[in-house]
């Protein structure tokens, strides 16, 4: 067969599994599911050592999804993205990904620091000298949604061939990762209009009907993989009390400064969701119990020190966990319940397992 017939071969295969994508991603429900499966098909596209994949919020970039082998092996999966989660970038910054993001450009280099380039990516090179991670070719696509908005940046790191050598990114693959992200940036615009009806609309957290479905994905997930799964109920202590005392205004401003707290002292990754009245949740994947009862103990001192308008508010725990606790989704909800009742009936402003 000519060499010929083989890239056409090859070209006609990823367009039909472009095509069998776009449907895919018109259908995912979860966005971080959906940018996970964005980034992987990118990489396997375009063999990429590694990949981000940003979304845009106001004037900065987010670190939405990363996929890193060597650093995965050499930090851990939760380390890596500690510290590349831990700060927004600016679009003001010298990067790629923020001129991509600017300006809607494709970049594709041989070597990122090559003249001319290397002052775009200090931030990059600093992280690749601490870490012995070299980042050369680089491919950076952007998110664009139908009206030409930018709403997030796919950049990819280091092309390697059949012998796993670094080499630069085939520019012939531009079209089908601009075909990729339009098909993404559409999808995301969707997911987040159908996230408008899983959210609480006085705390903005996810909801109950949100939270009975994500309870289930991660129990499924838990069990799939053989991944931990921790979940955190918490309830506000004597909040009726509040309510009938101080009037519904001040109970609502409660709750969300309640809201405000558990989502700013969570990380990223975590669900935290309202039930219903000051009923809530914390989803914690690949969390174990020892880290969900952290999680929970820290959240409960959070709530004791701060200071809320209408005076002090503290809130009880219960905690269960997959496998430690229970067997399925709908078990371990109820051993959640046990735990928070428990803490309830012992005294209250303190957390309790099954």
Known sequence: MSLLATTTMDRTQLLEELLEIGIALTSER???ALLERILENARRFTRAEAGTLFLREGDHLRFAVVQNDFLEAKLGRREMQRRL???PLPL???TLAGHVARTGEIINVADAYAVGVRQTLASSKAFDASDDHGTRSVFVVPL???AGNVIGVLE???ALDENNAIVPFDPDFEKLLRALASQAAVAIKNARLEDLSFKDALTDLYNRRYFALRIDEEAKRSARFGHPLSLVFLDLDNFKALNDEKGRQVGDETLKEVARLLV???RSFTVITRREGDDFAAILANTPKAGGLSYAQRIRGVLESHEFAQGRVTASFGVASLPADAASAEDLVAA???ALNDAKLHGRNRVATP
Do not use: M, T
């Open 264 to 266: 700013r002292h969570s």
């Open 30 to 32: 979860d966005l971080y």
């Open 336 to 338: 959640a319940d046990r």
């Open 156 to 158: 990819l790191i280091n």
């Open 92 to 94: 003001s910054a010298a």
């Open 144 to 146: 664009q949604d139908l």
């Open 85 to 87: 989660q831990a700060e």
